[in-house]
């Protein structure tokens, strides 16, 4: 059974810098993608990053040039660089890990608990 556990975040001021982790535990037989998502409060969950299987990143426009999404594959865990936070930043942060955790399963995604950034001004 894969589990998906996410941490790092916390509270920081604006202009200041978070880095998200995300642990993929269980087994894993294909990867079709990882990502971050964010929900805000009274807001739709969004995409914020995320890494296909053939290593293409891709970034909300709101995050481009301040985020940076990277994956460690031996380690099978994926990071979110979260650098110059404004308050609108503030949500629960998601991570997603698009797999198939048993032999000839489809990819599907896998959900992490989530973590909270609060970012003041």
């Known amino acids: 059974q894969v589990q998906v556990a996410e941490s790092g975040g916390g509270s920081v001021q604006a202009g200041g810098s978070l880095k998200l982790s995300c642990v993929v535990y269980?087994?894993?037989?294909?990867?079709?993608?990882m990502g971050w998502y964010r929900q805000a409060p009274g807001k739709e969950r969004e995409l914020v990053s995320r890494i296909s299987s053939d290593g293409t990143t891709t970034y909300a426009d709101s995050v481009k040039g301040r985020f940076t999404a990277s994956q460690d594959y031996v380690e099978n865990t994926l990071y979110l660089q979260m650098n110059s936070l404004k308050s609108d930043d503030t949500a629960v942060y998601y991570c997603?890990?698009?797999?198939?955790?048993?032999?000839?399963?489809?990819?599907?995604?896998?959900w992490g608990q989530g973590t909270q950034v609060t970012v003041s001004s």
């Open positions: 997603a890990a698009d797999l198939a955790g048993i032999r000839f399963g489809v990819c599907r995604l896998h």
């Open positions: 269980g087994s894993i037989f294909r990867r079709c993608g």
